[in-house]
């Protein structure tokens, strides 16, 4: 019984590496197989994506399955994009398109917007009323979301994905297919906007 | 902060609107916050497999011509809960670990357990703002392991498999199947005055499990029962470890324990520092009980007309076992079968009863010691003719 079988070490292993048979197709050795790239951008980006998504669309479940979609394509294209960083930049384009398809299709700004409007304190679905939410800061955010739902649908996107998601110009820039110089432009005219209604509405 | 001068027009001072994109970071995390992402990792990879790479051309690959089949499957998975392998954990000896909603023993057979169970809501901690899966929910057969005796002189105790059926709410997480699995394997109660099966976690529940792709990490209320032997203690350990991984279904993943509180040892004498996970199946003994009966499943109800079949598991000297079957304290037949390997390793076997009388029947299969002749491990169980 002292004897340990190496095959069956080696088996369970790889039984329990959870790497399907997509690696099998990825030639380079050093390229991760897509099961396992996937997981680990899942980790990264899932959560963080999601609410991205979340904040331009105001719908949970449309938010989840854009981000959704997004993933399964990578998955699918993993072969030619290899990197993780080629990845992500894909799973930003991919997120910031279906969230603005999922508005165009569904008209869930405008429900959100009048709902923003007739009710300043009222949130998307699957809220909690916690206690930070009472303090003092809720008021604040919420004019200040609403303000930022009000901007038109570029700047918003910008601020939110430098603001929000910390991204950088250039990644922005390419989440967004325009100019460098665009998104400068974009971000300057959308702070301003917002100081604007904020120094209006206190 | 300089990092953010490169968004400012030059044609504004640096700084200007410092107040303002403080006070919009701050509302967008806060705000963000709100929404709580569920798992989607599974069904990611599950589509993504299931549709196949995009070849370099543009095209699908050449997998998609499976995707019917697969999707069909998909949907049963998930309409169902169940996938119907209709009384026969079948031929696959070894890991006796399925995903849950691989076998349900059958449709009659339900654990003890299954329905005066108090619903303990398990499902609770593992996705507490889980989306609004507001549908009804649905049953699936989870194997849920337990420390039992496994019979002779000796007190000797191994893991023994139950299937129990629960209901869950629709669309589990793997998470959530953890959770709901390890609360049914830790409440032995309803097996302890039948079976023997130990309580070592009596008043410990699971409070959170997470999944990844290589961990499955699992929280408890406290570090078990007081009053177990080291072996025992063991077991009690791979009795969750084995559950957990059936219940993911994704082989041996190795799993990590939690204990609120900061207790840093199991029972307490068991680190938490280590990751945990099942033996090789040419190990198996060492947490499995050398015999075990899957079939007839515990209080299964079997029609006169058709024989009854009996299979199992066995690890067991030479691969032999012998039966004996009983109807209240009348001996009605015995015989002997062999499993399809020998131990150390872990085989089937499967033996005919002939057509039965209706009446209620128990099935004893033994393994008789080299040694003297004595009974060296046992398992039954009982089921009726009708």
Known sequence: MAERDPGGDTRGRRGGAGTGGAGARTPGADVPSADVAITELYAAHWTGLVRLAWLLLRDDLAAEEVVQDAFIAVHRRWDSLRSHESAAAYLRRAVVNGARSGLRHRGVEERYLTREQGEPTAYARRTEVSAEDRALDAEATSSMVTALGRLPQRQREVLTMRYYLDLSEAEIADALGISAGSVKAHAHRGLAALRDRMETSS | ?386
């Open chain 2, 1 to 386: 902060m300089s990092d953010r001068t490169e968004f400012l027009h030059p044609d504004f001072e640096p700084g200007e609107f410092d107040r303002i994109e403080r006070e919009l970071r701050r509302s967008l995390t806060q705000e963000s916050g709100r929404m709580r992402p569920t798992d989607r990792l599974d069904t990611i990879l599950h589509e993504a497999h299931r549709a196949g790479p995009v070849t370099a051309t543009g095209g699908t690959g050449m997998r998609r011509w499976l995707a019917p089949a697969a999707a069909a499957a998909v949907v049963a998975a998930i309409a169902g809960g169940v996938w119907l392998s209709n009384q026969d954990p079948t031929a696959t000896p070894g890991p006796p670990a399925g995903s849950p909603s691989a076998t349900v023993p059958a449709p009659t057979a339900t654990g003890p357990s299954a329905t005066d169970q108090p619903t303990t809501a398990p499902t609770q901690t593992s996705s507490p703002t889980t989306s609004p899966n507001s549908g009804p929910g649905v049953v699936m057969t989870f194997p849920a392991y337990f420390v039992g005796p496994v019979g002779g002189s000796t007190p000797t105790y191994k893991l023994f498999r139950e299937f129990i059926r629960q209901e869950v709410a629709a669309d589990p997480t793997p998470a959530d199947k953890v959770t709901v699995a390890l609360t049914l394997a830790m409440n032995a109660q309803p097996y302890s005055n039948t079976d023997g099966y130990l309580q070592p976690w009596s008043g410990t529940t699971v409070t959170a499990a997470t999944v990844a792709n290589d961990v499955i990490e699992v929280r408890l209320s406290g570090p078990g029962a007081e009053g177990f032997t080291p072996e025992v203690q063991r077991l009690a350990v791979q009795q969750l470890v084995w559950t957990a991984e059936a219940a993911v279904g994704r082989g041996p993943l190795p799993v990590r324990f939690e204990i609120e509180g900061g207790a840093t040892k199991l029972f307490g004498s068991i680190s938490t520092d280590q990751s945990f996970t099942r033996p090789s199946a040419d190990e198996s003994w060492k947490d499995l009980a050398p015999i075990w009966v899957t079939a007839p499943s515990r209080d299964q109800v079997l029609p006169s007309a058709s024989p009854v079949t009996v299979k199992g598991e066995a690890s067991v000297f030479e691969a032999t076992v012998g039966w004996e079957l009983t109807r209240g304290t009348t001996s009605v037949k015995t015989g002997n079968a062999m499993a399809t390997i020998g131990a150390p390793s872990r085989g089937t076997y499967s033996f005919s009863l002939g057509t039965l009388a209706p009446g209620t029947y128990t099935v004893k299969v033994y393994e008789a010691s080299a040694k003297d002749g004595s009974i060296a491990a046992e398992d039954s169980v009982t089921f009726t003719v009708k």
